[in-house]
């Protein structure tokens, strides 16, 4: 994970909920992959077998509200989707993704499907290469990229300790 994010867009509409992105009946399983063959089908049945590693999601208003489903951003990450950006998250979910370093980026971004954007976490940046459109957000504290950089809360602080041992 760098501070440099750069892919394809996937564009959802506002209050896409745990439930939407991975319906219950496929909790049943332990399986990683199989959770990921069907993250957001009720939005976009083609999504899972389209996204590509490093792509990021684009949304409107409360992305991930609903239950406190823990496996909605593993099934995310785990299908490629390297950062989203929303113009609001749920809490929890907020919470559960930067947990397993998936960076989520509060902006409201002019992009559609398809589009190619940059996003630079340090200097607080996301840039539409199709349309050359720049918006600054908030730059992420050098914590939080560390958390991000290591993968996940429980991976950095077991680089801490291991690095205080």
């Not at 009720?42 to 996204?51: I, L």
């Not at 409107?60 to 406190?68: D, I, L, Q, R």
């Not at 489903?69 to 490629?80: F, S």
Request: with cysteine; net charge negative; hydrophobic share 40%.
């Amino acid at each position: 994970m760098t501070c440099n994010i750069k892919g394809k867009v996937w564009k959802f509409r506002d209050s896409i909920d745990t439930d939407v992105i991975i319906p219950g009946r496929y909790l049943r399983t332990f399986s990683l992959d199989e959770l990921a063959s069907h993250v957001m089908e009720g939005e976009d049945p083609e999504f899972s077998k389209n996204v590509q590693k490093g792509d990021i999601i684009v949304a409107g208003w409360n992305f991930g509200c609903g239950s406190s489903r823990e496996q909605a951003p593993v099934a995310l990450k785990h299908a490629g989707v390297r950062a989203i950006v929303a113009k609001s998250f749920a809490r929890i979910f907020y919470r559960n993704a930067i947990n397993i370093g998936l960076p989520l980026i509060v902006a409201d971004i002019d992009a559609e499907k398809g589009d190619e954007v940059m996003i630079n976490l340090e200097e607080g940046v996301i840039k539409n290469i199709n349309t050359g459109k720049t918006v600054t957000i908030q730059p992420f504290h050098s914590f939080m990229l560390e958390i991000l950089q290591d993968g996940g809360l429980v991976k950095h602080y077991l680089n801490e300790k291991e690095q205080k041992s």
